[in-house]
């Protein structure tokens, strides 16, 4: 079972960057593909991004395409969101998750282990 702790959150201006880390252990790491989802007060949590296992292959949420990269480094066991041009739409606490036997890459229920999560707050 894979372990997920979440880092790099914070409170920045509309505009600037942030980057998400996400730290793994487990010996099913490197072969489990990984996401981002966030969730604001009052609001299901919705699908980020996610990354294959290999990381040859990403995907992403419309309202964060060209804004948002998704990165892995297997090596480190670690999975990474760069956030730019950040807008106060993506106040949120941010998770990451591990894939389970599924061939979505979307939907929550697609994922089996979470981390605590990390809270962003981009103010206007």
């Known amino acids: 079972q894979v372990q997920l702790v979440e880092s790099g959150g914070g409170l920045v201006q509309a505009g600037t960057s942030l980057r998400l880390s996400c730290a793994a252990s487990?010996?099913?790491?490197?072969?489990?593909?990984m996401g981002w989802f966030r969730q604001a007060p009052g609001k299901e949590r919705e699908f980020v991004a996610a990354?294959?296992?290999?990381?040859?292959?990403?995907y992403y949420a419309d309202s964060v395409k060209g804004r948002f990269t998704i990165a892995r480094d297997n090596a480190k066991n670690a999975v990474y969101l760069q956030m730019n041009s950040l807008k106060p739409e993506d106040t949120a606490v941010y998770y990451c998750?591990?894939?389970?036997?599924?061939?979505?890459?979307?939907?929550?229920?697609?994922?089996?282990?979470w981390g605590q999560g990390t809270q962003v707050t981009v103010s206007s």
């Open positions: 998750a591990v894939r389970g036997y599924s061939a979505l890459y979307a939907a929550p229920s697609a994922y089996k282990n």
């Open positions: 487990g010996r099913t790491f490197s072969s489990s593909t």
């Open positions: 990354i294959s296992s290999g990381g040859g292959t990403t």
